[in-house]
């Protein structure tokens, strides 16, 4: 019935082609002299969304998780993936070559330490790392008595025949119909920050700077509309923009040459060393810029400055155009959920649906709205044991039926030129049991908690995560991810700097978008999320003595009712809910067709204690 469009659920590469590519990678590291070599999963700005062209930890090891790292060494390979990965590299990797490691606790670093060997040159690739993490590795290799090698060349483009080329997606104008804020006025704002730094100039190693300073889009990795590029802003004077000419139109061009001189990308580095060579001081953003730039600039005699990016939080506070798009792009969003979730409802009981109809169906749904432009991310479809996988992607081999008795939790979005969207939704297929009932109810009064909270001006979500866990805490249980990420606009779904969760240490400011999404998982059994995304706006609080801040939220889509112990919930939490849904139903129903407008008249129908 439904077309798969934007997601694909084939399975990655595997066997004899992961062991000979294995096998000649350590033939290249021998030729060169190396005893090992790292292989981040990363391009040249640390995207989560990376080409084909730069998969090469996924060409080498089979692993297609979205962070990762292995470090090869003559006998031996170690893959290093976090909590989220952890049951998926198992299934992926060859366990005779490939030992599977914590990235986070212990680090990398650590293993490196503990298997090189005095003498040992280990290499990397500076355009692949940030300066932070060259450093710990070269720690890591002193430790060890042996030393890090910076590469020319990437040893796995070597052996890498049928590498994908570069991605050239054409390069769009993103209008101030949607952007809000002219060229022009963005980098005043940037100048500022740029003075405030003390130095001559400023690096956007980070292409959602680029896009979101000269305002424009492009489709060079999925799901997110980003234009591979760099940009260096001066302090006085034009910018240089370095973008591959051909992803440009004459009307492009024209855009960006009227605030920016255009240039091939491999000019970044003659021009970089130029203003190097003066001495000037050159701000690099430390979370994207590579190595590489840091030794560039140090070696014709420049001084690299690292810190934050500074354009990363003036894109996180949107402006009030960026603000009424997401509401519009939301409500849009809001008709294909509702379609899509009836659409469930009915079909699902039947025992015939699989977690890969329901991808596709909603995918279509959203299709049918005529705006989508990309998915926001790969669905997760996950039912019974799936749903507990946090980072779940479903394939033909792991695609399950959803039958009676399972939670279906599906978490997905869009992305429209107004706005992106990211939403989970847990949906019960038959009769729930009491732990299924119970777990989700402390979710969704976590959810709850968050939604409500009030809370003054300098606030971290460090200091709100814990809102979202005291219900599951009071059970002995909690979940592993951060509570909430920030959203951009038509931009990345996962935007920082700002997130709930105990990392969170910038504050929240108004016009800053985050998700929502506390959940728990039963290993084996089954998964639950609720997620909207929030805006943060001013709170009316009577007789207030500081500025407070509250959350908006964005996200119209009905919560199960069947999954929810009512008499859990106090007065507040039941109050908000019934007004949460009658929200969904006043700006929802009308424009939904008869049949699913009466589901959704249901589905939202006041809850009693």
Not at 539 to 568: C, Q, S, V, W, Y
């Amino acid at each position: 019935m439904f077309e798969a469009h934007f997601q694909t659920f084939e399975e990655p590469e595997a066997g004899v082609a992961l062991t000979a590519r294995l096998a000649a990678f350590r033939e290249e590291l021998a030729r060169r002299k190396l005893a090992g070599f790292v292989v981040p999963r990363a391009d040249q700005q640390q995207n989560e969304y990376v080409p084909p062209s730069e998969e090469r930890l996924a060409w080498l090891t089979g692993f297609t998780g979205s962070a990762g790292f292995a470090v090869v060494l003559t006998q031996e390979a170690a893959l290093f993936v976090d909590g989220r990965y952890t049951l998926q590299a198992a299934k992926q990797v060859d366990a005779k070559a490939w030992v599977v490691e914590s990235l986070i606790d212990p680090p990398p670093e650590s293993w490196v330490s503990a298997h090189l060997k005095a003498g040992d040159r280990l290499g990397f690739d500076p355009w692949l790392h940030t300066f932070a993490a060259a450093e710990r590795l070269s720690a890591a290799c002193a430790k060890a008595g042996a030393e890090l090698v910076a590469v020319d060349s990437n040893p796995i483009d070597a052996i890498w025949q049928d590498r994908p080329q570069p991605p050239l997606a054409p390069v769009a104008v993103h209008g101030l119909q949607h952007a809000g804020i002219s060229e022009a006025e963005k980098l005043t704002q940037i100048r500022s920050e740029i003075g405030k730094l003390g130095v001559d100039a400023l690096v956007l190693s980070d292409s959602h700077a680029v896009a979101w300073t000269f305002n424009i889009r492009g489709a060079d990795v999925a799901h997110t509309p980003l234009p591979l590029s760099y940009a260096l802003v001066p302090k006085d004077g034009r910018p240089t923009i370095f973008i591959d000419n051909r992803k440009l139109s004459n009307l492009t061009r024209d855009h960006l040459e009227q605030s920016a001189d255009v240039r091939e990308p491999d000019a970044m580095a003659p021009t970089l060393m130029a203003l190097a060579k003066s001495g000037a001081a050159i701000a690099l953003d430390s979370a994207t810029a590579a190595d590489a730039l840091s030794r560039l600039i140090a070696g014709a005699g420049g001084k690299p400055v690292r810190g934050s990016d500074p354009i990363a939080l003036l894109k996180a506070v949107k402006n009030a155009t960026e603000i009424k798009g997401t509401q519009t792009a939301h409500r849009r969003d809001a008709l294909a959920l509702a379609r899509f979730l009836a659409w469930v409802d009915r079909e699902a009981p039947s025992g015939k649906l699989t977690e890969i109809d329901a991808v596709e169906a909603l995918e279509t749904f959203r299709r049918d709205t005529g705006a989508l432009k990309d998915v926001s991310f790969p669905t997760i479809s996950g039912t019974g044991p799936n749903g507990a996988i946090v980072h779940y992607r479903v394939t033909r081999k792991s695609n399950r039926r959803i039958a009676p008795g399972d939670l279906l939790l599906i978490d997905s979005g869009a992305q429209y030129e107004d706005g992106t969207t990211d939403v989970t939704r847990t949906m019960a297929v038959g009769e729930p049991t009491n732990e299924m009932r119970d777990r989700f109810t402390r979710v969704l009064r976590g959810h709850i908690a968050i939604a409500r909270a009030v809370f003054p001006d300098g606030t971290t979500g460090a200091q709100l995560d814990t809102l979202a866990r005291q219900y599951l805490w009071a059970a002995g249980v909690d979940f592993e991810h951060g509570t909430g990420h920030g959203v951009g606009s038509y931009l990345s779904v996962h935007e920082g700097p700002a997130r709930i969760s105990k990392l969170g240490t910038t504050p929240l400011k108004r016009g800053m978008i985050l998700s929502n999404e506390p959940g728990y998982y039963k290993t084996d059994g089954f998964g639950i999320r609720i997620e909207n995304l929030e805006l943060v706006v001013a709170a009316d609080i009577k007789g207030a003595e500081k500025p407070m801040n509250a959350f908006e939220t964005l996200t119209l889509a009905p919560i199960d009712r069947r999954l929810i112990h009512a008499a859990m919930l106090s007065k507040d939490e039941l109050d908000w809910l019934n007004a949460y849904h009658a929200r969904v139903r006043s700006e929802v129903g009308p424009a939904l067709d008869e049949a699913t407008r009466a589901w959704l008249d249901q589905a939202t129908a006041e809850l009693k204690a």
